[in-house]
């Protein structure tokens, strides 16, 4: 959050944190059994969250490297993660179709949000932690249809389902909001990034 290191996970299972500044790898962080596909800093920048193909979250110490926690509950690939704003809740979106909510401190199962019809590849929560947005599709499915819900927003402290925003016709592999909170984009194997008004 400080701007000062990256971090990134790998095929290799591993994930790695980097200087910003200079590029120098400043420490190797092993504990998963299959890639890891998704990593998330929590906003006061003291732990990582990792989600890996081994169906696990992992909670790390940023300054440390130590492994806080393993949390597991998806049933296949974890593809997603993402902090609430306030640090408090973990999002996970998996290849089961589901996501799901954790106590970012305990590791405890908040909820189970489930709906889509493919796997989930993108998570996101609105800046002010009350909505969460999720993209989905299967990597290998190519005929996506306009009506098919692959980009789902949901209300963080209910679970309810609020909205399915279709128009995308392929897989959806990205999503994020806008730093104010008004918009949503997202990216597709259809070629096109597309912006939502978030309200």
């Known amino acids: 959050p400080d701007g000062s290191r990256i971090v990134s996970g790998s095929g290799?299972?591993?994930?790695?944190?980097?200087d910003a500044?200079?590029?120098?790898e400043l420490a190797t962080f092993t504990g998963h059994a299959e890639p890891v596909s998704s990593v998330v800093w929590s906003p006061d920048g003291s732990r990582i969250v990792s989600g890996s193909w081994d169906k696990t979250l992992k909670i790390w110490d940023a300054a440390s490297g130590a492994e806080l926690a393993k949390i597991a509950g998806h049933r296949a690939a974890v593809?997603?993660?993402a902090y609430s704003p306030d640090g408090m809740r973990i999002v996970s979106g998996s290849w089961d179709k589901t996501l799901k909510v954790w106590d970012a401190a305990s590791g405890k199962r908040l909820a189970t949000l489930s709906g889509h019809?493919?796997?989930v590849n993108a998570v996101a929560c609105s800046p002010d932690g009350t909505?969460?947005?999720s993209a989905?599709?299967?990597?290998?499915?190519?005929?996506?249809?306009e009506e098919d819900e692959a980009l789902m927003v949901w209300d963080a402290s209910s679970g309810k389902k609020l909205a399915s925003l279709t128009g995308h016709r392929k897989v959806?592999?990205?999503?994020?909001?806008?730093?104010?909170?008004?918009?949503?984009?997202?990216?597709?194997d259809d070629w096109t990034v597309r912006v939502w008004d978030a309200a």
């Open 79 to 81: 593809n997603a993660v």
């Open 172 to 188: 959806v592999r990205a999503v994020a909001y806008s730093p104010d909170g008004s918009r949503i984009i997202s990216g597709s």
């Open 136 to 145: 989905s599709g299967t990597y290998w499915e190519h005929h996506f249809r």
């Open 117 to 119: 019809k493919d796997g």
């Open 21 to 24: 500044a200079s590029g120098t």
């Open 131 to 133: 909505r969460i947005v």
């Open 12 to 18: 290799d299972k591993t994930l790695k944190m980097w």
